[in-house]
């Protein structure tokens, strides 16, 4: 396995490569990225109720360390359902989204907890993998001690600032939208991305926001019938 640089197609495609995928759809264009996604899945009992992970693999020159052999790969951990962090989004007069509030994991002591045993798990799997050597954390790091010590930690999906319920928020509830995706104290405002899930899905939120926006669209349709 050998790291592609799929930044640098923008700019400099390999034209071999290219003909692949123009003339058959095939070869490293007709992907998104180099990964094994996703890989493992993993249940925790956290500290404070159960706690999903994810991980993904690919070959990258992440985290500040050498590859130059190009053979280095990442092994990328994701918080799922569970997750205790919290942040805001709020809309600009000008209707623009803006992130007013970061989700920072650091300040919740069950997600460090429930990284750090993934993290452990993941050690206790390769451990004895012939040839395989794991370069970060070091051998002599304990997992909770990374953690709390990395600055590798990243928010990749924003959900529920539209929670879907049937606590009407009109009447001090928490919900936006009902069970419909119709937005409460209104007749055909529906909302169809992940901002209605109450929480995180247990992996990527790729399919399940397909699927709302399906169902919404059938809904939006029924209206004139």
């Given at each position: 396995?050998?790291?592609?640089?799929?930044?640098?197609?923008?700019?400099?495609?390999?034209?071999?490569?290219?003909?692949?995928?123009?003339?058959?759809?095939?070869?490293?264009?007709?992907?998104?990225?180099?990964?094994?996604?996703?890989?493992?899945?993993?249940?925790?009992?956290?500290?404070?109720?159960?706690?999903?992970?994810?991980w993904t693999a690919r070959v990258d020159t992440s985290l500040d360390i050498n590859n130059d052999a190009k053979h280095n790969m990442v092994l990328a951990q994701y918080i799922t359902i569970g997750q205790a962090a919290r942040g805001r989004t709020t809309i600009t007069p000008d209707l623009k989204m803006n992130v007013s509030t970061g989700v920072d994991v650091m300040q919740h002591e069950s997600d460090q907890v429930a990284i750090a045993q993934g993290l452990d798990d993941m050690r206790n799997i390769l451990k004895n993998v012939p040839g395989l050597e794991i370069l970060s954390p070091a051998a002599d790091v304990s997992s909770l001690d990374y953690v709390k010590s990395t600055t590798h930690l990243y928010v990749n999906h924003?959900?529920?600032?539209?929670?879907?319920?049937?606590?009407?928020?009109?009447?001090?509830?928490?919900?936006?939208?009902d069970a419909d995706s119709k937005v409460y104290g209104t007749d055909n405002l529906f909302i169809a991305d992940g901002s209605i899930f109450p929480g995180q899905t247990t992996s990527n939120p790729q399919a399940a926001i397909t699927i709302v926006g399906e169902r919404v669209a059938e809904l939006v349709l029924a209206l004139n019938q």
């Open positions: 396995v050998v790291y592609y640089d799929f930044a640098g197609l923008w700019d400099h495609p390999n034209q071999g490569d290219v003909d692949s995928y123009l003339n058959g759809r095939t070869g490293m264009l007709a992907q998104s990225a180099s990964n094994l996604n996703p890989m493992i899945w993993e249940m925790l009992n956290g500290t404070d109720g159960l706690q999903g992970l994810q924003w959900l529920g600032s539209c929670k879907m319920g049937n606590d009407d928020g009109r009447d001090n509830g928490t919900s936006v939208v």
